[in-house]
């Protein structure tokens, strides 16, 4: 579904973020991107969006080159992918069931549509009784699983996951590993960026190491780095 050709991508000053990445991510796979700050995790995830173009090589999304798509064709393309960071970046003004809704009304989604489908999300993730609440009357880590909840609103192809657990406790970080992992059996990607081995060992799948930009191991399951 995903293929990394030969990536390399630098930005000003000579600054190498990727340098030679062969990548490739199949449909319904999980695959934890591990590796220190500045290892280049961040970019590896902003190529997939289209928010980066490579310098050399090329990525595949479903076929399609995202390095060449239109500025017009990108919105369609990112409607494919959920994204989950680690600031949350919910909308302050905005209750739960309003900032998972929003999402959807952006695909032009029927009132009846959005009801139905922000209540199955809230229900998956486990934050019903929390609909009515806004961001600041929720924890960490129930404002990750509203950040959970709309991006995956959309039924999107791939979940992309940039240090989602940076900003929480051990129990929680636990707790939203197990709803990533549930996410995937539903049959959705995921790629999860995290510097956390910790979290790699719970997942116990595909693992990728990045190290300055360079792909260094390319594991099956993460209960190697212990």
């Known amino acids: ?9 630098v930005y000003p000053k000579n600054c190498i973020a990727l340098s030679d990445i062969s ?15 500045g290892a280049g995790k961040s ?20 076929n399609l080159n995202v390095g060449k798509m239109s500025p017009s064709y990108l919105p369609y393309h990112r409607r494919k992918i959920g994204m989950v960071y680690q600031d949350y970046k919910l909308l302050d003004q905005k209750t739960v069931y309003e900032n998972v809704a ?15 489908i922000v209540a199955q999300a809230l229900e998956l993730v486990g934050i019903s009784d929390k609909a009515n609440n806004f961001p600041d009357q929720l924890s960490g880590g129930e404002q990750q699983r509203v950040a959970l909840a709309r991006a995956i609103v959309g039924q ?20 939203i590993v197990k709803l ?3 996410i995937n059996q539903l049959g959705t990607a995921v790629v999860l960026a995290t510097h956390n081995r910790d979290i790699v060992n719970t997942i116990r799948k595909r693992v990728v190491v990045l190290e300055r930009g360079r792909i260094i191991r390319d594991d099956k399951e993460g209960r190697y780095y212990l």
């Open 1 to 9: 579904m995903i293929y990394f050709d030969n990536v390399t991508k």
């Open 23 to 37: 990548l490739g991510i199949s449909s319904g796979e999980f695959v934890s991107i591990l590796g220190r700050s």
């Open 43 to 62: 970019t590896l995830l902003r190529l997939i969006l289209g928010y980066e173009k490579p310098t050399k090589g090329n990525i595949f999304f479903e």
């Open 102 to 116: 929003f999402a959807l009304e952006v695909l032009g989604k029927s009132d009846n549509e959005i009801r139905r």
């Open 156 to 175: 999107p192809k791939v979940l992309l996951a940039d240090e989602p657990t940076g900003n929480l406790d051990i129990f929680t970080t636990k707790e």
């Open 180 to 182: 990533f992992l549930k």
